[in-house]
């Protein structure tokens, strides 16, 4: 019972695609929640939106979905087996990227975003796994 409860708990972190995403790699994210509030007060809750992103080491591109891509979010801080020379490690990749008025912070397969603009402050939480 024990050893079969091992090997199951390998498996499912083994076919984990999100584990092994890198530098390179595109992702294809849904949002769980997505709230805005207006300056109003007003609280707007949306679900269900889908996008993709290529993570490179200088920036984060978006394609699809609601996120304004007419900034560039510039990586701020990036942690990756293939910056730091992990041959031997599965690719992986944690990071945040910003613009002006917009930041994001990736780790192990959620993406966390939020923005701010004169009329109202939004932010998501989403689940993305590589892109196929």
Known sequence: MKKSLV????????????????IGDVYYC??????????DGEISSYKGDTFKFKLTPE??????????????????????????????????????????????????GTLLWSTINPNYVSSFVAKCEIFD
């Open 30 to 39: 849904h949002t769980i929640n997505h709230v805005t509030i207006s300056t």
């Open 7 to 22: 090997v199951s708990t390998l498996l499912i972190n083994l076919a984990t695609s999100f584990a092994w995403a890198d």
């Open 59 to 108: 920036e984060v591109k978006f394609k699809g979905g609601f996120i304004d891509n007419s900034l560039p979010y510039q990586v701020s801080w990036i942690d990756s087996s293939e910056l730091k020379g992990l041959k031997n490690v599965k690719g992986w990749a944690d990071f945040r990227a910003e613009t002006s008025f917009s930041r994001l912070e990736f780790d192990e």
